[in-house]
């Protein structure tokens, strides 16, 4: 065999490796021992319970284009009422029925909020006029309500069964298009890192989710619905291959809390946490990999009634590892208040375990406007999973002018003309005093400083 033989052959190779692990999933030949032949009579048991959203919204828009000839060049609308302006904008996503006699819907928070009318459109063409029951900004969860009968609703699976490898549906309203069913298979559990606007525990899969998927359907073999389409990697807004959703074991607790309490009741441990790497926790005399350092503990805090302190590493909650402070927060702020955890954690080079029962986050929010009228559009809380450590924004609506001034859903507020702001009443207080605020803003690993005037 010759050398450029050799070489075409490596070449090929190479290439058959390469693209391989991208190839989509193929429909399994066999489902609890038979054959499967199609996936219809599947599709046409769940398809009904799968809804297509329409929302419509008025957006107010301030901004500091007076210039007539500025606007026509960039094709913005006519200034002609001074720097404001609204316009109203439509946009479209999924939802699944849950509960048919009720008429309740689980969504993506994001694709109904702020909605100032929802319609949801049946399989079967129907339209009906639906509402907002409650809706969770950091879980991505919403759950909407209509007035209708013979509706037919999706029964809910366990997620936390869910399994690598497993075939599963997704099904949706994608680009506004009306149902579509895509296959494929789940590609990982336990996704954190997607976004920066929450809590995450993402089932990661391969079935096509594109625009208007948002809020629909994932479905596993027994027609169950496993999770609730919510996101997408791509750089050009089109399906890749790599497609989240929010898995039932969240979204249920969330509609169950919005159910029964017309609230999110998120725990709380109650304390405040860095993120500990092998080389740091060798120089506080601990011989382990990764961990959530407790620098701080409140009082009469589930953190303390468990007999934990500060300079102890938490390293796992349930069973599952704990690999920092941002993996412990997701934790905590996943589960509801009252819920008993298991906590495994090393003080003195000595891992050691405790039970605690979670405290309820203060779930207090404010809008921008009443602060100041630069963060209209932006909806506050104090954090709430590691005790008191600034302003969080918990939602940030397109197109206003806390948007227009650079702020983001899920930055942490800090600082407040250089005043720390540990509370709402805090903000209040530093905001009343001065016309013009500038806010020291940590997003992600980032600090940032952003003027408000």
């Given amino acids: 065999m010759t050398t450029k033989t050799r070489h075409f052959l490596f070449t090929l190779i190479l290439g058959l490796v390469i693209v391989a692990p991208v190839a989509e999933a193929a429909l399994p ?4 021992g038979k054959p499967v ?9 769940v398809s009904p319970a799968v809804v297509n959203i329409r929302v419509s919204q008025t957006i107010t828009r301030r901004n500091s284009f ?41 969504t993506n928070h994001h694709v109904v909020g702020g909605a100032d009318a929802i319609q949801i459109s049946l399989m079967d063409g129907t339209i009906l006029d639906a509402e907002i029951v409650g809706s969770d900004p ?49 590609s990982a559990l336990g996704r954190t890192g997607i976004s920066r606007d929450g809590y995450e525990d993402f089932i990661q ?51 169950n809390q919005i159910l029964d309490f017309g609230e999110i009741r998120r725990g709380l441990l109650g304390v405040n946490i860095q993120s500990i790497d092998a080389a740091a926790a060798e120089a506080l005399g601990n011989d382990i990999e990764s961990g ?15 007999g934990l302190q500060v300079g102890d590493i938490i390293i ?46 203060r779930s207090q929010t404010v809008l921008g406007e009443e602060i100041h009228s630069g963060l209209a559009g932006a909806i506050f809380s104090a954090s709430s999973t590691t005790s008191e450590n600034g302003i969080e924004i918990g939602e940030v609506q397109e197109g206003t002018p806390a948007a227009q001034r650079g702020l983001l859903t899920g930055d942490l507020i800090t600082h407040v003309n250089r005043s720390r702001v ?30 408000i005037r």
């Fill in 138 to 186: 950091a879980t991505d969860i919403a759950v909407i309500k209509v007035e209708a009968d013979g509706l037919i609703e999706m029964a809910i699976g366990d997620s936390t069964s869910a399994r690598v490898g497993d075939f599963v549906l997704a099904i949706g309203n994608p680009f506004g298009l009306g149902h579509t069913v895509t296959s494929g298979i789940i």
């Fill in 29 to 32: 030949q066999f489902v609890e």
């Fill in 292 to 306: 959530a350092l407790i620098t701080a503990i409140i009082s009469d805090s589930a953190a303390e009634n468990a």
């Fill in 66 to 106: 007076g210039d007539d000839a500025f606007r026509r060049f960039f094709g913005l609308p006519d200034n002609r009422g001074g720097n404001g302006g609204s316009q109203e904008v439509a946009s479209a996503g999924s939802g699944v029925i849950i509960d048919a006699e009720s008429g309740y819907i689980l």
């Fill in 37 to 45: 032949t199609s996936l219809a009579p599947l599709v046409e048991a």
């Fill in 205 to 255: 899969t391969d079935a096509s989710i594109n625009p208007g998927n948002s809020g629909g359907a994932l479905v596993n073999m027994n027609g169950e619905l496993i999770g609730i389409n919510s996101a997408i990697i791509s750089r050009s807004g089109g399906n890749v291959g790599i497609g989240f959703a929010v898995p039932t074991e969240i979204a249920s607790s969330i509609m």
């Fill in 422 to 451: 540990r509370n709402l009443q805090d903000l209040r207080d530093v905001a009343a005093r001065y016309d013009i605020l500038f806010l020291n803003v940590r997003r992600g690993d980032r600090a940032l400083m952003f003027q």
């Fill in 316 to 361: 796992e909650v349930n069973e599952k590892k704990v690999g920092g402070a941002g993996d412990l927060s997701n934790r905590i702020g996943l589960l509801q208040s009252g819920e008993q955890i298991d906590i495994k954690y090393v003080r003195d080079n000595e891992t050691r375990s405790a039970q605690a029962e979670l405290g309820r986050a």
